[in-house]
T-cell receptor
Framework: AQSVTQPDIHITVSEGASLELRCNYS??????LFWYVQSPGQGLQLLLK??????LVQGIKGFEAEFKRSQSSFNLRKPSVHWSDAAEYFC???????????FGTGTRLLVSP | GAVVSQHPSRVICKSGTSVKIECRSL??????MFWYRQFPKQSLMLMAT?????????EQGVEKDKFLINHASLTLSTLTVTSAHPEDSSFYIC?????????FGSGTRLTVV
């Protein structure tokens, strides 16, 4: 069965510092991987996705993620965090044919001044 | 652009009553709609998958007689929470496959008092 693990429940980063949010997945075939961001009481906004090809994908708001098949990971990175990046971040995995997504438990990002 | 419009955004109902949540696909046809539930500070859990013109597929542990899903047209899917109880209070989000990914509704905050 497919699953997603986000080992960090909370992360606090100073504004301007770099960020890495971890995501590990379990999937029996080639995964489709996604990162979403959610502000309190809001829906989900897609940051980036990986289907195939270049394993380093660029997303919106300066985010990027790297797919590492050998480590079953899809970590999200940003070189310099802004206070507006404070939110909940979800990693998700799906498969071909756009079947259901399985979400990780989320990582809450706090940005300190 | 193509989005999923979800209404209402917030609803408060009395225990024992029913509540209907609507998700409309704008500028595209959604043959499939996923319904998720998110409890406070938790991840999104898939409740059911609806397909236009057929019965919804429910995830294990989700009561199909309590959470009625209707997907009668290519642009409208509805979730009705019947005989709602306080434990049904949650954030409900719909999602449809679109292009190379998924689009999400903005969510419905249900509070049962």
């Amino acid at each position: 069965a497919q699953s997603v693990t986000q080992p960090d429940i909370h992360i606090t980063v100073s504004e301007g510092a770099s960020l890495e949010l971890r995501c590990n997945y379990s999937y029996g075939a080639t995964p489709y991987l996604f990162w979403y961001v959610q502000s309190p009481g809001q829906g989900l906004q897609l940051l980036l996705k990986y289907f195939s090809g270049d394993t380093l994908v660029q997303g919106i708001k300066g985010f990027e993620a790297e797919f590492k098949r050998s480590q079953s990971s899809f970590n999200l990175r940003k070189p310099s965090v802004h206070w507006s990046d404070a939110a909940e971040y979800f990693c998700a995995v799906g498969g071909t044919g756009f079947q259901k997504l399985v979400f990780g438990t989320g990582t809450r990002l706090l940005v300190s001044p | 652009g193509a989005v999923v419009s979800q209404h209402p955004s917030r609803v408060i109902c009395k225990s024992g009553t029913s509540v209907k949540i609507e998700c409309r696909s704008l500028d595209f046809q959604a043959t499939t709609m996923f319904w998720y539930r998110q409890f406070p500070k938790q991840s999104l859990m898939l409740m059911a998958t609806s397909n236009e013109g057929s019965k919804a597929t429910y995830e294990q542990g989700v009561e199909k007689d309590k959470f009625l899903i209707n997907h009668a047209s290519l642009t409208l899917s509805t979730l009705t929470v019947t005989s709602a109880h306080p434990e049904d209070s949650s954030f409900y989000i719909c999602s449809a496959p679109l292009g190379e990914g998924y689009t999400f509704g903005s969510g419905t905050r249900l509070t049962v008092v």
